[in-house]
């Protein structure tokens, strides 16, 4: 079993408007093991908090890296942290 951690990703591109954090919630309830949030920020991006298993949260990070995401992706940039709780399930904000 792989340790817990937390990802926070910043995407972006065409994220807004065209169902990403939908999407992106869809992607980590399927992988399953995660908490968090995908939410839209005031700049165009979209901030993806998911905490839970390593591979889960790397598999996570991977799609949103992908070719099956909506709209267009130009880019994802990460950082990896310890859990710090207190979320329940995955939402969208």
């Known amino acids: 079993m792989s340790e817990d ?6 995407v972006r591109g065409q994220v807004q408007g ?8 869809a992607r980590a ?8 949030f995908a939410l839209n920020l005031g ?3 979209v901030q993806v908090v998911a905490e839970g298993p ?11 890296r992908g070719d099956d995401t909506p709209g267009r992706v130009d880019g994802v ?10 979320y329940e399930g995955f939402a969208i904000r």
């Open 43 to 45: 700049d165009g991006r």
């Open 54 to 64: 390593r591979e889960r949260c790397e598999g996570l990070l991977e799609w949103l």
């Open 18 to 25: 065209v169902g990403f954090r939908w999407f992106t919630r």
């Open 77 to 86: 940039t990460e950082i990896w942290d310890t859990p710090r709780g207190g």
């Open 29 to 36: 309830l399927e992988l399953g093991g995660m908490s968090g």
């Open 5 to 10: 951690v937390r990802l926070v990703a910043w």
